[in-house]
Structure formats: C-alpha cells, structure tokens
C-alpha cells in the first residue's frame, strides 16, 4: 500500500525503512476501535458542515462493510500496509470513493493513534479486571473451604505462629482487590481526557466539536492542551504499572505454591490437568504453570521498564520513539491476561492437605509464643516467660517431641506455674482462634474477610 503522507518526498522509500518504519504487525489489533475513532469523528465532521451527510452516510456504510468483512473473514488486514489507520482509510477509500478521502479531515494520525491506544486499552483493562475478580472469588472460595486448617505461618522462611490456610489466601485476594483498584484508577484518568482532535500538534483551523467526539467516545472532556494530547502516554504507563504490581502479586502466590506442593511441604496437591511431567523422571510432577508466571513477571517489569525509558528523553510533542509504546505495553496485557487465565482454574482445582499443615505446625513450635503468654498471665515476667519456653523448646527438639507430648510433670520442672490448662492454651486450633484482634487467623475473622471482599467486588 503506498503511503499516506507521499508528496513531499522526491524518491520512494527504501524497502528496508518501510520494514523498519511499519507497525502493521502489532497495531493491527486496534482496527475495531480505529474504526470506532473513525465513526464518530466523520459523524462530528458532518454535524458541523465539515463534510456533507451524504459523506457521512457513504464513511459509516463503508466502515461497517469493513468491520464486517473483517468479523466474517471475507478481509484480511493487509501486511504490508505502514499501520492500522493506513490499511482502514486506504480500504475505505477502494469501497467509498472520494468520501473515504475525507474522512481524515481536522485529524492527524497522531491524535488518532492517541486515541485508539487509550481505547484498546481500556476494552482490555475491562477484560483483566474481570479476570481479577475470577481468581479473587476462587480464592475466596478456597478459602471458605480451608478456613479451619490450621498451619504455620512463616517469618523468614520460618515456622512462626498459628494461621488457618484460609488467613494465608486471602492475604492474596486483599493484594489482588488493591490491584483490581489500581487498574481502575488508571483507567479512571485515561477516561478524563479525549485527545482526538488535537491534530498533529496545535489543533486544526476546522470548527471540531471536541465535546462531542469526547462524549461519544466515553471520555469526561477533550484533553485540555493539544500538544499533551498527542504526546501524553502516562496511561500505558499507569497502566502497566498497574499490571507489574499485579504480577508481582501473582507471582508471590505462585512461589508459595511452588513451595506447598512440594515433598517436603505437601500442604497442596495441584490438579494433574495444571502440571507437567518429566521426560527422564517418572515420579515428577512439576508446577509449570506458577514458575511460568513466576518468569514472565520479569516480562511485565521489562515492558514498563520500555515505557518509562521510551519516554524519559523526548521533547515535544510527537516523536516516532513513542512507537514502541504498544508492543510493550500490549505485552503486558497478553502476559498478565494470560497468567490470569490459567492461575484461577489452578488455584479452583487445587487440594488442600490440612493433615499436613497440622503436622508441620506442631513440629514447627508455633504455639511458644502461645506458652510464654501463658506464664506472663499467671504472673512471670514477660522476658522469663520467653527464656523458660525457649529452654522447653530446645529440649523437646533433643528429645524428639513437641510440647503438646510434654507430661504435666514436665512441665512443672520448668516452672510450678504450669497446670492441667496448660494443654488447652497450646492446643494449636485454640492458638488460633484465641487469635482475636481484627484481621487475625479465626474462623470468624477470615470468613468476615471473604464477605468483605465479595461485597467489595459486588461494588
């Protein structure tokens, strides 16, 4: 396809700039909201006498033939054209005639790519938050189920105290209902401002209504300085960072996965359907699917790593380095549209194995703290108590045992302040319901987080 801005150059263009130059191959995807750009500025053009209604009724006949033809598969999307908006005008041209001509009237590509990026993005924001909601209600779900299993919690890699594996995974959903908040945020401001009709740079002399094609478009108002409208992308940005929070969220999970469904933890076993095998070990049964997620954070970090430094160094307005604006960015929807659709039917399918986690936490000592208090109740000095507990402590490790098998009589050789009760305030199910301040590891406490969180997302 020739190019649209021929005419000033005296000799046609290197075959091997073309290549360099063309965007086809990744801005195809915006051809719907291209057109979608392109309906309602050719209905604004003609509103205000810019363009004849005949014009107006010949581009919008012309247009929906495209998207249909693109839906039916009767028009493939020519890879040799420069871009997306190239492709749609020149085709439209081929069906209209003249009127396909002047659909570019008052507009520069570079507030059209403005705008079709802003509403690429925010059909694919919508697709990930509803994504987001679908592993915070499995996990909801897998928590309500597990509420009651008790397990160590860890500091350091390190058994420390009694939570329910409940209390563990909703910690996730609390992460993933703040990105779920972030990303509406940034879509919230990518919304405040339509740059369509800022042209190249300084506007156009054609009486636009601005107001008009904002509204239509579903934006609060025409960007307010056109030179910002066309050079502004702190919303792939926002977004992307936005979405480098919520993987780095997801990959958390993904390592305590990885961990739980190992041999030497088993509190989870994963659905054959989400893992691999080996080609060399029979008994393998690897979690690909969280080392992948795992790995492809990095992907994400990258992408908004691309954004931040594509756009630290170039002046005003447009710049053809800010090209590189979509492949980073629409990588980072497809990688995290990607995990998130494979993470919830993992996460929905997994088996918990709450014998496992029991055993852990009480070979894990979990419930010391639980005995220091103890004593402090019955009137030892906070730091004695501790000493006392710890001296139990590395006893029942020489000895084998846990202190839930320590004799009465044991105890008592430790401190005469021990008695009969002292089982029940070790006992590790008690710990952790005796666990009571708000937002802690009872039963109560994480079903009352899971209505919180479904009312939240019922918002």
Not at 6 to 12: E, I, L
Not at 49 to 58: L, P, R, T
Not at 244 to 258: G, N, P, Q, Y
Not at 393 to 398: K, P, Q, T
Request: glycine content about 6%.
């Amino acid at each position: 396809m020739p190019q649209l801005w021929q005419g000033r150059a005296s000799k046609a263009v290197d075959s091997r700039v073309n290549d360099f130059n063309s965007s086809i191959r990744f801005d195809a995807r915006m051809i719907e909201q291209d057109i979608r750009g392109s309906l309602v500025h050719s209905a604004m053009l003609g509103a205000q006498g810019i363009i004849s209604a005949q014009d107006v009724e010949d581009i919008h006949k012309g247009l929906h033939s495209i998207l249909d033809d693109l839906h039916s598969g009767a028009l493939e999307i020519d890879p040799t054209a420069e871009d997306v908006h190239t492709f749609v005008e020149q085709t439209l041209t081929a069906r209209v005639g003249d009127a396909g001509k002047r659909l570019h009237t008052g507009r520069s590509r570079n507030d059209q790519v403005a705008l079709d990026i802003r509403l690429y993005l925010r059909d694919a924001a919508a697709t990930l938050q509803k994504e987001i909601k679908d592993l915070i209600d499995a996990i909801c779900t897998k928590a309500e189920e597990s509420a009651g299993y008790v397990m160590p919690g860890y500091t350091h890699l390190q058994r420390a105290q009694p939570v329910s594996f409940g209390h563990q995974l909703m910690a996730y959903a609390w992460m993933l209902l703040r990105d779920l908040g972030r990303m509406q945020d940034a879509v919230r401001r990518m919304d405040a401002e339509c740059p369509l009709g800022s042209g190249a740079l300084a506007g156009t002399t054609y009486p636009l209504d601005r107001f008009y094609t904002a509204r239509k478009l579903g934006f609060a108002a025409p960007c307010h300085n056109s030179i910002d409208g066309v050079s502004d992308r702190d919303f792939c940005i926002e977004l992307c960072a936005a979405m480098a929070t919520c993987m780095m969220h997801l990959s958390r999970l993904s390592e305590e996965v990885i961990l739980w469904c190992s041999w030497e933890f088993r509190f989870v076993e994963l659905d054959d359907a989400f893992t691999t095998g080996s080609s060399i070990m029979p008994q393998k049964k690897n979690p690909d699917v969280t080392e992948l997620i795992r790995g492809k954070t990095g992907r994400v970090y990258g992408d908004l790593n691309t954004l931040l430094v594509m756009m630290k160094g170039i002046p005003l307005a447009y710049d053809k380095d800010m090209q590189e604006d979509k492949e980073a960015i629409f990588d980072a929807v497809d990688t995290l549209d990607l995990c998130l659709r494979t993470l919830t039917p993992m996460l929905a399918t997994m088996t918990p194995r709450p014998e496992n986690m029991r055993k852990a936490a009480a070979h894990g000592f979990i419930n010391a703290t639980d005995c220091a208090d103890y004593l402090t109740k019955k009137g030892m000095p906070f730091r004695d108590a501790y000493k006392c507990t710890g001296t139990m402590v590395a006893a029942c490790i020489r000895e084998g045992k846990t202190l839930e098998e320590m004799s009465l009589e044991e105890f008592r050789r430790y401190s005469p302040l021990f008695d009969r009760d002292i089982y029940e305030a070790i006992d590790l199910t008690r710990c952790c319901e005796g666990r009571t301040s708000y937002g802690g590891p009872t039963k109560a406490s994480v079903l009352s987080q899971i209505a919180d969180v479904r009312a939240a997302l019922a918002q």
